[in-house]
Nanobody, 123 residues
């Protein structure tokens, strides 16, 4: 059974940047589809970015010009670069991995999840 651990969340001011890290053990991340999800307090978990085994990626419209997803197979890690952060980006960010993913930004498609990392953006 593999494990996913997210890190990199912090308290930042509006306009600043963060890089979140998704690290896996017990399995190889780039052999799966990996996605980042954002959950604000009282809201449902929503897909932010995903990267497929092929390397193709997708970003949610709300972050398209501010966030980027990438991976480093040597480190078995996937990253979410978050630029020009806004207060509504605040929440817990989860990394998830799935083997047979059709809807890349749909949380139902993923089997394995990390515990999340908290991002807070102050105005």
């Amino acid at each position: 059974q593999g494990q996913i651990v997210e890190s990199g969340g912090a308290l930042v001011q509006s306009g600043e940047s963060l890089r979140l890290v998704c690290a896996a053990s017990g399995f190889t991340l780039d052999q799966t589809t990996v996605a980042w999800f954002h959950q604000a307090p009282g809201e449902e978990r929503e897909g932010v970015a995903c990267i497929r085994r092929s390397g193709g990626s997708m970003l949610a419209n709300s972050v398209r010009h501010r966030f980027a997803i990438s991976r480093d197979p040597r480190r078995n890690e996937v990253y979410l670069q978050m630029n020009n952060l806004r207060p509504d980006d605040s929440g817990v960010y989860y990394c998830a991995s799935g083997n047979n993913v059709f809807g890349c930004l749909s949380p139902r498609e993923y089997e394995q999840w990390g515990q999340g990392t908290q991002v807070t953006v102050s105005s």
